[in-house]
């Protein structure tokens, strides 16, 4: 009873993060992508209830019994790479359309020895962050951003506090990267966490509002219709990949060698006694 009563409180304090509603709220606008067919729609709810999927398979390629949350962490597919990569291209979007200069994605940074810094950061020869962008936070200053998507239903993630959790993917990401960013770079850091859930981390948060102030004054619309979407656009962009790994193929598939034409029967009248004249 005691594990029932967490995991339901568990799912109330997912569901009722900032923004992870709005896919439910919004209009089904085709142009912005803001669209869900009956079956992802289903999914969806299914996901922000922690129920069990209906049509999946009991076990998994990789030998594990499936699960909801094992079909969100599972290796198998790329997927969850795929989840990663599409938020990394639509947080370069909006830093492009909230007039950021020199977005990249994937930028290389200076190499280095690695003699000063400290132990954990890393100090590899070809390490890349997911994007860099100039002007976001100041005139000239050139900050990199670096993604995470963390599952809190995951076992090794549901005991702990959602701020918590958030907190400490935060840290690790600076552990990495913050001091070869200020050493070498002579840049700021900042890491983005998500949830599957929806949420998203204190620091996701303060680009997020830093970007729509800076799209507002641009386009001259409300800082708070400006907010809602992005919200909202993230929102999407992380629900369409997480749906995807629900239903989507895991391990290879089998391939069948393509008959010879001679061996196809092309007779509409079967091959039965009765029918002989």
Partial sequence: MKDESDSFKRVLETATERGSYLWLSVLPLKDLGFILNKIEFLDAIALRYNWSIKGTPKQCECGVKND???????????????????????????????????????????????????????????????????????????????????????????????????????????????????????????????????????????????????ISLKRKEKYADVMKYIRTKLRFT??????????GTRGKQQYREPCHISEVSFGLIPEDPFYEA
């Avoid at 992380?238 to 239903?247: I, N, Q, T, V, Y």
């Fill in 68 to 214: 909801l949350d094992h079909l969100l962490i599972c290796k198998k597919g790329g997927y969850i790479i795929m989840r990663h990569n599409d938020l990394r291209d639509a947080e370069a979007e909006l830093m492009k359309e909230a007039g950021g200069r020199n977005v990249s994605v994937e930028p290389l940074l200076i190499p280095t020895r690695g003699d000063h810094l400290k132990a954990q950061t890393t100090k590899g020869y070809q390490a890349r962050l997911d994007v860099a962008a100039t002007g976001i936070w100041n005139k000239f200053e050139r900050t990199f951003f670096d993604i995470r998507v963390t599952h809190p239903n995951a076992p090794s993630n549901k005991s702990k506090d959602l701020k918590k959790l958030y907190k400490s993917h935060e840290n690790q990401k600076k552990r990495f990267y913050e001091e070869r960013i200020i050493e070498n770079e002579k840049g700021t850091f900042c890491p983005l966490v998500f949830s599957t859930t929806g949420g998203v981390g204190e620091m996701c948060e303060r680009h997020h509002k830093r970007v729509a102030e800076l």
């Fill in 238 to 247: 992380l629900l369409r990949s997480l749906l995807m790994s629900l239903r």
